[in-house]
C-alpha cells in the first residue's frame, strides 16, 4: 500500500519534470521573478479592485473560517490559513478574469484583443503572486512541524530553489546559525556577568 503510493507520487514529479517549448525570454524573466519574489501586497490590492467575480458565481468567494474554529487554531495555523484565504483570493480574481475573457470570446463581437492581452496579463500577475506565496505557506508548515534550528531558514529571505524550497546545503545553514546563537548567547552571558561586577556587587558593598 505504502509503496504504491510512492510509485504513484513519483510518476507524479516525472510528469512535472517534463518541459515545453521555450517562451521568448524577456517573458521567461519575468515569469521566473514574479513566482519567487515576495508579492507586493499594496499593488496587489489596487489591481484585486479592478476585478469583481460574476454576479451568478457565488462560489468564488472566499470562504471564512467559522469564527469557532479560529479561535481555537494554534498561532502557526492562523498564520498558514491566512495566507491560504489571501491565495484563494487571488485565485478567484485569475478565474474571474478568464470567465470573462472566455465569456467575451463566446458573444458575438469576440470583445478587443488588446483588452484581452491586458486582462491576461494582470492574470499572470495574480497566478505568479499566488505561486510565490504557496511556497511560502509550505515553508510555514516546515516551521510548524520541526522547530529551531530549521524553523529561522523559514521567512522570506530564505530563496527557493529550482529542484528545492530551500535553495541552500539546509544541513550547513542550520549550522551555521546555532553557532551564531551560541555566539549570542555567549555574548549576553558576558553582559550580565559585567553588569553583576560593575553595577551590583559595588551596591552591594555600599550598603554594607
Request: proline share 3%; charged share 25%; net charge neutral.
Amino acid at each position: 500500500m505504502v509503496s504504491d503510493a510512492l510509485n504513484e507520487l513519483e510518476n507524479f514529479f516525472e510528469l512535472g519534470a517534463q518541459v515545453g517549448q521555450e517562451i521568448n525570454e524577456a517573458f521567461a524573466k519575468i515569469m521566473n521573478r514574479s513566482v519567487r519574489q515576495r508579492p507586493n501586497d499594496e499593488h496587489l490590492k489596487e489591481l484585486m479592485q479592478k476585478y469583481q467575480r460574476p454576479s451568478n458565481v457565488p462560489n468564488l468567494e472566499v470562504p471564512r473560517l467559522n469564527n469557532e474554529v479560529w479561535e481555537l487554531l494554534r498561532k502557526g495555523s492562523v498564520i498558514v490559513d491566512s495566507l491560504l484565504q489571501k491565495i484563494q483570493g487571488l485565485l478567484s480574481k485569475a478565474i474571474s478574469i478568464v470567465l470573462g475573457i472566455v465569456d467575451k470570446i463566446g458573444s458575438e463581437n469576440g470583445g478587443n484583443t488588446e483588452d484581452h492581452l491586458m486582462d491576461l496579463s494582470n492574470c499572470l500577475r495574480f497566478l505568479g503572486a499566488t505561486f510565490s506565496l504557496l511556497n511560502q505557506v509550505r515553508k510555514d508548515i516546515v516551521r510548524n512541524d520541526v522547530g529551531d534550528p530549521i524553523a529561522r531558514l523559514c521567512n522570506w529571505e530564505t530563496a527557493v530553489g529550482t529542484s528545492f524550497l530551500f535553495d541552500c546545503d539546509v544541513g550547513k545553514k542550520c549550522e551555521e546559525r546555532d553557532k551564531a546563537a551560541q555566539r549570542l548567547k555567549k555574548k549576553k552571558k558576558y553582559r550580565y556577568v559585567l553588569i553583576l561586577i560593575v553595577v551590583i556587587i559595588p551596591l552591594t558593598q555600599t550598603n554594607v
